[in-house]
């Protein structure tokens, strides 16, 4: 019986040789088309074939397994497990040959999501975790366990968005000003690296809106064993993604979603 390492590991090789089905495709033309919906949302060739070879590695090795893609729909499983895809997430950043992309894997077992990868195949870099294990980083053979950094105070915190295009509503518009407006600086277009960037101790908070489920689950468990927390804006679990909230240092979580959800904490005198 598998262990939540050997589908670590298996997610990492799966998503290894996905990520070099698109590199060919990196800063040449390439075909965009729009998937349409509310705005812009462009995929491309890459997206479509690195979800099919992840997906191929997992029906041949789990083929008992649930596959959920962001390209390829949802395949229900006769187990409680589904392996949860995205490609790319930032495929943006992809077509427009920036480096803030990256290719997210997570296994979830019908309770919670067991593993997590983020995989950058130009700069090779790999971002991996099991709940309650060791969040890690590799590049080649280096190899490094990941703690955020201590920040218990928007006021000195830097937050991470990859747009403000994606608070739709005047609800998370606003939301989202009280957090900017509070913080020491703001930095746009992370996708899922900024989370990344969270658990290394690089990143304080990061905010969004809209999430998919394929564009988050890989991204728990490397936040939370990495000693940060992430969450819904009302605190509630994130797997299904939606509006999403990201603090390395647990105790600034509390400020930041009260300031999301308008319930701003009391502030004593003179501070």
């Not at 991470?160 to 005047?170: I, L």
Request: hydrophobic share 40%; net charge negative.
């Amino acid at each position: 019986m598998s262990t939540a390492d050997d589908y670590l590991e298996f997610a990492v090789r799966s998503v290894v040789a996905a990520g070099e089905v698109t590199l060919p495709h990196f800063r040449v033309p390439i075909a965009v088309d729009d998937k349409g919906g509310s705005g812009y949302d462009p995929v491309t060739a890459a997206d479509r074939d690195a979800e099919a070879v992840i997906r191929a590695a997992i029906a041949k090795a789990y083929p008992d397994h649930g596959i959920r893609g962001e390209e390829h729909g949802f395949e229900r499983g006769r187990s409680p497990y589904t392996w949860v895809i995205d490609p790319i997430d930032g495929t943006r950043s992809f077509i427009t040959g920036q480096l803030h992309w990256g290719m997210l894997v997570a296994l979830h077992d019908g309770a919670r999501v067991v593993c997590g990868v983020m995989h950058q195949p130009f700069v090779g870099e790999t971002w991996l975790a099991t709940a309650g294990g060791a969040s890690r980083w590799r590049r080649g053979g280096d190899e490094r366990v990941l703690r955020t950094r201590r920040c218990a105070r928007l006021a000195d915190a830097i937050v991470a968005c990859t747009t403000p295009d994606m608070f739709t509503t005047a609800r998370t518009r606003e939301g989202f000003s009280r957090v900017r407006d509070r913080a020491k600086l703001v930095r746009w277009g992370g996708d899922c690296y900024a989370y990344c960037l969270l658990a290394m101790g690089l990143i304080d908070v990061v905010v969004e809106s809209s999430l998919q489920a394929w564009a988050v689950q890989a991204l728990v468990p490397i936040v939370e064993s990495a000693g940060g927390v992430i969450s819904g804006w009302d605190g509630s679990s994130c797997d299904e993604g939606g509006d999403i909230v990201a603090c390395g240092d647990p105790a600034l979580a509390a400020e930041a979603r009260a300031l999301l959800s308008g319930d701003e904490p009391r502030r004593s005198p003179g501070s």
